[in-house]
């Protein structure tokens, strides 16, 4: 039993984030990336909300790995390794790990996470769960440093769950897929958790929980903007919003500015206006059918190799190999 963590997150991670958040702040429609709710407090806030009534998609998600984990561990091979992008808790991916352990496969897991409280945290549970268990943890954003992860040459798969995987944009998630092909060896896989298009007031009920976590959660990220690069937001001048965009098939959260106000970032030397009732975008969640995911995959040069849904199809887990 190993624990081993890298940290990546140094002076580009600050330089980066300044980046964004110019160019976010000076588009239009204003923008913050969505990887910036990310902080200690903001990790937590989204750990409550997978637990909230309204969110399904985890609890849809969590009923899969339950009941179909022994049969995607043997579409894939009996991987041995196990690389979670996002990892957070762990705590569905411990459906896997267990059946995993229970094939005699289980060697290496490799949580991929921007918080590094969280991912020390998981690693000294997860070595105390499973006996034997190796952890290579890596904390950094993993749309920037996806090709830090290690190859080793165990057979492995990949996990990208939770639908995180709908929060980029088209062209950038062509991309990203395209790279965690490229990451794939002949017998390694991919497995993709993606939210699947259903009634629209579901959809929306789950970004606009009635307890008000997912505003809070949506807040956050001013408040990490206030934090890291001296703005002055006033948070609570900004009102929750979710939506479902039809004809782009994605879920939308946006912070709506309750009155005319004037934000400066100290850190950038930037001022910024916002008109009463303007709009900042915080998030995007696309949704999907079978189709389209097989198509998404087909481009990036991959193929399902499993699918696998909840009782009600409003969530399904893929299986994917490179072609």
């Given at each position: 039993?190993?624990?081993?963590?890298?940290?990546?997150?140094?002076a580009d991670?600050?330089?980066?984030?300044?980046?964004?958040v110019?160019?976010?702040?000076?588009?239009?429609?204003?923008?913050?990336?969505p990887?910036?709710?990310?902080?200690?407090?903001?990790s937590?806030?989204?750990?409550?909300?997978?637990e909230?009534?309204e969110?399904y998609?985890?609890r849809?998600?969590?009923?899969?790995?339950?009941?179909?984990?022994?049969?995607?561990l043997?579409a894939?091979g009996?991987?041995?390794?196990?690389t979670e992008?996002?990892?957070?808790s762990a705590a569905?991916?411990?459906?896997?790990?267990?059946?995993?352990?229970?094939?005699?496969?289980?060697?290496?897991?490799?949580?991929?996470?921007?918080?590094?409280?969280?991912?020390?945290?998981?690693?000294?549970?997860?070595?105390?769960?499973?006996?034997?268990?190796?952890v290579h943890?890596l904390?950094?954003?993993?749309?920037?440093h996806?090709?830090?992860?290690?190859?080793?040459?165990?057979?492995?798969m990949?996990?990208?769950?939770g639908?995180?995987?709908?929060?980029?944009y088209?062209r950038?998630?062509?991309?990203?897929?395209?790279r965690?092909?490229?990451?794939?060896?002949?017998?390694?896989?991919?497995?993709?958790?993606?939210?699947l298009?259903?009634?629209?007031r579901?959809l929306e009920?789950?970004?606009?929980d009635?307890a008000?976590?997912t505003?809070e959660?949506?807040?956050?990220?001013?408040?990490?903007?206030?934090?890291?690069?001296?703005a002055?937001?006033?948070?609570?001048?900004?009102?929750?919003?979710?939506?479902f965009?039809?004809?782009?098939?994605?879920?939308?959260?946006?912070?709506?500015?309750e009155?005319r106000?004037?934000?400066?970032v100290?850190r950038?030397?930037?001022?910024?206006?916002?008109?009463?009732?303007?709009?900042l975008?915080?998030?995007?969640s696309?949704?999907?059918t079978?189709p389209r995911?097989?198509?998404?995959?087909?481009?990036a040069?991959m193929?399902?190799?499993g699918?696998?849904?909840?009782d009600?199809?409003?969530f399904?887990t893929?299986l994917?190999?490179p072609?």
């Amino acid at each position: 039993m190993t624990i081993a963590i890298d940290v990546h997150l140094d002076a580009d991670a600050a330089a980066t984030m300044a980046r964004d958040v110019r160019a976010g702040l000076c588009d239009y429609p204003k923008e913050l990336a969505p990887k910036y709710f990310y902080d200690d407090r903001g990790s937590r806030l989204f750990e409550q909300i997978t637990e909230l009534p309204e969110y399904y998609p985890t609890r849809a998600e969590r009923e899969i790995l339950q009941r179909r984990s022994r049969e995607i561990l043997d579409a894939a091979g009996c991987p041995s390794t196990l690389t979670e992008l996002g990892s957070g808790s762990a705590a569905k991916t411990r459906h896997l790990l267990s059946a995993m352990r229970d094939r005699n496969s289980l060697h290496t897991y490799v949580p991929v996470d921007i918080s590094e409280e969280i991912t020390h945290r998981t690693a000294a549970e997860l070595v105390g769960e499973y006996p034997g268990l190796n952890v290579h943890g890596l904390v950094c954003d993993f749309e920037q440093h996806l090709e830090r992860i290690p190859h080793g040459t165990d057979r492995r798969m990949i996990a990208f769950l939770g639908g995180t995987v709908g929060n980029l944009y088209p062209r950038p998630r062509q991309d990203f897929l395209e790279r965690i092909a490229a990451l794939l060896g002949p017998s390694d896989h991919l497995l993709l958790g993606t939210d699947l298009i259903k009634d629209r007031r579901r959809l929306e009920a789950a970004y606009d929980d009635s307890a008000g976590v997912t505003a809070e959660f949506n807040r956050n990220v001013l408040r990490v903007i206030n934090r890291e690069l001296d703005a002055d937001f006033d948070i609570e001048a900004f009102e929750h919003v979710a939506f479902f965009d039809r004809e782009r098939e994605w879920i939308e959260m946006r912070l709506r500015a309750e009155r005319r106000m004037d934000v400066h970032v100290g850190r950038l030397g930037l001022d910024v206006a916002f008109a009463p009732r303007e709009e900042l975008r915080t998030e995007i969640s696309a949704k999907f059918t079978r189709p389209r995911l097989e198509a998404d995959l087909a481009a990036a040069g991959m193929e399902l190799a499993g699918w696998y849904t909840d009782d009600r199809e409003w969530f399904a887990t893929a299986l994917a190999r490179p072609v």
